[in-house]
């Protein structure tokens, strides 16, 4: 009996452990890709992409092409953001403002969908979407944990 406490305890700590080490994992990971160039992300991107739904080289070339734009429009949304924290300009938007950014946000979004669909072909466009919608799942549980994060610490302030 004492025997199986102990593997028990052992595995329950080697989880936690495990888990800690994912979580940290992901923030150096994400630190990386912020100071990728656009042109450095774009390529990575399109490989990833390459990889997942066997895109040929014509459909490489659109697809890089597409997704550099975006990461240059991302990194100088970044340095804008960056620039405005710096200088303490940084204030939070107004409802007005929020309803526009995410207007612009789905206009982005449609057309980014659009112009995938003009470079995949059906099947292929079908994979992406459900890889888009894995991610958006992911980036939606991942900001109720951090909800709920800062949740129990205003509660211990």
Same mark, same amino acid.
């Given at each position: 009996?004492? +025997?199986?406490?102990?593997?028990?305890?052992?595995?329950?700590?080697? =989880?936690?452990?495990? =888990?800690?080490?994912?979580?940290?994992?992901?923030?150096?990971?994400?630190?990386?890709?912020?100071?990728? &160039?656009?042109?450095?992300?774009?390529?990575? !991107?399109?490989?990833?992409?390459?990889?997942?739904?066997?895109?040929?080289? +014509? =459909?490489?070339?659109?697809? !890089?092409?597409?997704?550099?734009?975006?990461?240059?429009?991302?990194? *100088?949304?970044?340095?804008?953001?960056?620039? +405005?924290?710096?200088?303490?300009?940084? %204030?939070?938007?107004?409802?007005?403002?929020?309803?526009?950014?995410?207007? *612009?946000?789905?206009?982005?979004?449609?057309?980014?969908? &659009?112009?995938?669909?003009?470079?995949? &072909?059906?099947? %292929?466009?079908?994979?992406?979407?459900?890889?888009?919608?894995?991610?958006?799942?992911?980036?939606?549980?991942?900001?109720?944990? %951090?909800?709920? +994060?800062?949740?129990?610490?205003?509660?211990?302030?």
């Amino acid at each position: 009996m004492k +025997k199986l406490v102990l593997i028990a305890i052992t595995l329950m700590t080697v =989880q936690a452990f495990a =888990q800690q080490k994912k979580g940290e994992g992901n923030k150096e990971r994400m630190h990386k890709m912020q100071n990728l &160039s656009p042109e450095e992300a774009a390529t990575m !991107q399109t490989k990833r992409l390459t990889l997942h739904l066997d895109l040929n080289e +014509k =459909q490489q070339a659109e697809v !890089q092409k597409l997704l550099l734009a975006n990461a240059e429009a991302r990194k *100088a949304k970044m340095e804008e953001m960056k620039a +405005k924290r710096e200088k303490g300009e940084l %204030q939070k938007p107004t409802k007005e403002e929020r309803l526009k950014m995410a207007n *612009a946000r789905l206009d982005h979004q449609i057309a980014m969908k &659009s112009k995938m669909k003009e470079i995949l &072909s059906e099947e %292929q466009f079908a994979k992406w979407e459900k890889m888009q919608a894995r991610m958006a799942h992911k980036g939606k549980e991942k900001r109720k944990m %951090q909800d709920n +994060k800062r949740m129990h610490q205003k509660k211990k302030e």
